[in-house]
């Protein structure tokens, strides 16, 4: 167990509709990544925050949101769902902020999109 | 420019020897990392390595690092059945600007033998 939670566990909703997606850190980590992993793409990160700030952004299409609140839990929105959007969608956590701090990753949450 | 690299699929004996391959594009200061996936979790993390050293040891994991060719090897001594699973390899620049973002290969699936 990595420290690191995720909910739901499954989801399964049809095209055009929204989604959250949410996440908890391990106890102390001050940053919360999301990485999504899908069978044509492989694993690829779309976004992290630090303490409630904006750190990177990866390839995270416009129609996905993310933001990390002050008790540093975070959630992912998903709207205007496609069937391409099914996918597993992988937080992480870590103590800091930039390279060298080791990532901590949840079980994820499996998204199906009808 | 970024891209990390790894052979899709190793067949090993139980008590043999695995060795997972990875290379990757990135000449700036990076951090490397080995991620494990058993079916249905999360990645879990088991070792890394950083970029100006050659080797690291950890119990049954040796990983190797040669600079010149940007290939990195994890080496699984006395390979059992339960290392079955898919590993990952994982890049990280330690550019602070660039956040801590990982940049993964797509995955080497072990199957371990009796």
């Known amino acids: 167990d990595s420290g690191v939670t995720q909910t739901p566990k499954h989801l399964i909703t049809a095209t055009g509709q929204r989604v959250t997606l949410r996440c908890s850190p391990r106890?102390?980590?001050?940053?919360v990544y999301w990485y999504q992993q899908s069978l044509d793409q492989g694993l690829q990160f779309l976004i992290q925050y630090y303490n409630g700030e904006e750190r990177a952004k990866g390839n995270i299409l416009e129609r996905f949101s993310a933001q990390q609140f002050p008790d540093l839990h975070s959630e992912l929105n998903l709207s205007s769902l496609e069937l391409g959007d099914s996918a597993l969608y992988f937080c992480?956590?870590?103590?800091?902020?930039?390279?060298?701090?080791?990532?901590?990753f949840g079980p994820g949450t499996r998204l199906t999109v009808l | 420019g970024e891209d990390v690299e790894q052979s899709l699929f190793l067949s090993v004996r139980e008590g043999d020897s695995s060795v997972i391959n990875c290379t990757y594009t990135?000449?700036?200061?990076?951090?490397l990392y080995w991620y494990k996936q058993e079916p249905g979790a999360g990645l879990q993390l088991l070792t890394y390595?950083?970029?100006?050293?050659d080797m690291k040891q950890d119990q049954r994991l040796t990983v190797l690092l040669n600079k010149k060719d940007k290939h990195l090897s994890l080496r699984i001594a006395d390979t059992q059945t339960g290392d079955s699973a898919i590993y990952f390899c994982a890049e990280s620049r330690i550019i602070k600007a660039a956040g801590n973002k990982l940049t993964f290969g797509g995955g080497t699936r072990v199957l371990v033998k009796p």
């Open positions: 106890s102390g980590d001050l940053s």
């Open positions: 390595i950083f970029s100006n050293m």
């Open positions: 990135d000449s700036s200061s990076t951090y």
């Open positions: 992480a956590s870590s103590v800091g902020n930039y390279g060298g701090n080791e990532q901590f």
